[in-house]
């Protein structure tokens, strides 16, 4: 079974930036898949941010657009998430996942704090 891992998470202050990883751990795997980056703030629901296809192509949600940029290195099997001008609304834990998400794929995610 396919297992993915996210990284790159921290305390970061308002207007800096975090670079997340997501790591297959299949090879191959994240190469055919569309993949999304997703996040979940406390008490609220998990929410599609960001997703890359096979081919590279990119979609946003709109409160990131501008702001974070998803890519992908499929020889290394690792989806990246880049995020900059991080607002205080970002935080939440941020995982990566299929689109449309697979349930056996959510990993333990990875936290990102935004505060001063």
């Known amino acids: 079974q396919v297992q993915l891992v996210e990284s790159g998470g921290g305390l970061v202050h308002p207007g800096g930036s975090l670079k997340l990883s997501c790591a297959a751990s299949?090879?191959?795997?994240?190469?055919?898949?569309?993949m999304g980056w997703y996040r979940q703030a406390p008490g609220k629901q998990r929410d599609l941010v960001a997703t890359i296809t096979s081919g590279s192509s990119t979609n946003y949600a709109d409160s990131v657009k501008g702001r974070f940029t998803i890519s992908r290195d499929n020889a290394k099997n690792t989806v990246y998430l880049q995020m900059n001008s991080l607002k205080p609304e970002d935080t939440a834990v941020f995982y990566c996942?299929?689109?449309?998400?697979?349930?056996?794929?959510w990993g333990q995610g990875t936290q990102v704090t935004v505060s001063s």
């Open positions: 299949e090879s191959s795997f994240s190469s055919y898949a569309i």
């Open positions: 996942n299929t689109v449309p998400w697979g349930a056996n794929y």
